[in-house]
Structure formats: C-alpha cells, structure tokens
C-alpha cells in the first residue's frame, strides 16, 4: 500500500535558524497537504500543493512538490519559538483519503 | 458550531468493554474522516464518510472497529471488546466538497486508554 516517509524524525533549532523537513512518498501522487500539530493539540491545516514543482509561501513558510510528485518539502526561515510542534505531510493518490507521515517534530530552544 | 467537537475527551476503559465515540462535524461539510493516532505517531485512516455513505473503511483494524453516520451528520466510532492495543488518541476531520479545496478541519480528538 502507500506509504509516506518524513526526515528528520526530530530536530532541534536554535531561534532564528532555518528548518527543513523532508516528505516521501512510495506513489504519485495527486495532492499533498501539510499540517501541524502543537503539543496535546489536534492537526491544523497550513497548504494544500496539487501541481507538479508548485512552490507555495506563507510567511515565514515555503513549500514545494516535487516534479515527480513523489516528494514534498517544507523550509521556514528564522524560526520562532511560536513555530514548536510536529509537522505532518499527508498524500492523496485521487485526493480524497489522505495518507500521513510520522512527522517531524521541531524543537526551537530561545 | 465553530469547529469539529468530539466526544467524551477522554475515555478509559477495562479491556472487553465496548466504546462509542461522537462526532460532531462542521455544519455543511459532507465529508468525514476517522483517524487513530498512537503517541509519537501520525494520524492513521480508519474510514471515511460522504454524507451517510462509508465509502471507505480500508483501515479499520479488525471487524471489532464499527463506524456510522446514520444521518449525514454526527458521526459515531464503536469499538467492541477493547484490547489494550487500541489505546490511542481517535480523531475526528471534516471538510466540504468543493473541487481540489481538501482542507481537512480536525477535531480535538478522543483520548481513549483501555486498562
């Protein structure tokens, strides 16, 4: 079945330094989202990507699906303690059900 | 409302009892989702509504896992006969059906440990 990967697993930051974490998928895929999840809170929507080499911003915040949509990846600049949490990458192969990765979970130390 | 609620928040429970979870989605969202998350974990699809149709329940552990939506709206998860390995944060997400627009709203979920 598909299968989603993230890397790292965790990392932590100093405030202000760059972050990057990587999403894989085994499939195609036709759309992908990520979300973040505070501690002992609940996924929150960030983006939406759904075609091949879309690079979107928000912020702080730069996501890009790979050519192949295949691999995603999410880069903040300058983190910020308000930025802690696990980030998540979710895949749909016909974009209904998603699939998710383990996260990664960021640490940003003051 | 102003977002998915679920509940009860927590649920403990001996092992063999049976659970139910609720469900409350957005007004208006015809889409459902059913998600287990265990600690440290991302959410796994359980199964997914559109309108009162199941069209999806592919990741439902065992036949013990049972889920309903009788009327388009709340939504509810039954666990029979709990075993300890169902111990797990259960979540809840809805979302419209507009074109490519997936966003998926998640509820707080239900914290369920079976003792």
């Known amino acids: 079945g598909q299968q989603v990967m993230q890397i790292p697993q965790y990392q932590h930051v100093q405030e202000g330094e760059d972050f990057t974490t990587y999403c894989n998928s085994s499939?195609?895929?036709?759309?992908i989202q990520w979300y973040k999840q505070r501690p002992g809170g609940h996924p929150v929507f960030l983006i939406q990507?759904?075609?091949?080499?879309e690079v979107k911003k928000q912020k702080r915040l730069t996501f890009q699906f790979g050519e192949a949509k295949k691999n995603s990846s999410l880069h903040i600049t300058a983190t910020q303690t308000t930025d802690v949490g696990t980030y998540f990458c979710?895949?749909?192969?016909?974009?209904?059900?998603?699939?998710f990765g383990p996260g990664t979970r960021l640490s940003v130390l003051p | 409302g102003a977002g998915v609620s679920q509940s009860p928040r927590y649920k403990v429970a001996k092992r063999g009892q049976d659970v139910a979870l609720r469900c409350d989605p957005i007004?208006?969202?015809?889409?459902l989702f059913w998600y287990q998350q265990a600690l440290g974990q991302g959410p796994e699809f359980l199964t997914y509504?559109?309108?009162?149709?199941?069209?999806?329940k592919s990741g439902l552990p065992s036949d013990r896992f049972f889920a309903e939506r009788p009327e388009g709206s709340v939504s509810t998860l039954k666990i029979q006969r709990t075993q300890q390995e169902d111990s797990a944060v259960y979540l809840c997400?809805?979302?419209?059906?507009?074109?490519?627009?997936?966003?998926?709203?998640f509820g707080p979920g239900t914290r369920l440990t079976v003792l």
């Open positions: 979710a895949g749909s192969r016909y974009g209904q059900n998603f699939v």
């Open positions: 007004s208006g969202h015809v889409s």
């Open positions: 990507l759904v075609k091949s080499g």
């Open positions: 997400a809805s979302r419209t059906l507009r074109g490519f627009d997936n966003e998926q709203f």
């Open positions: 509504f559109q309108n009162e149709a199941q069209l999806d």
């Open positions: 499939t195609t895929l036709s759309n």
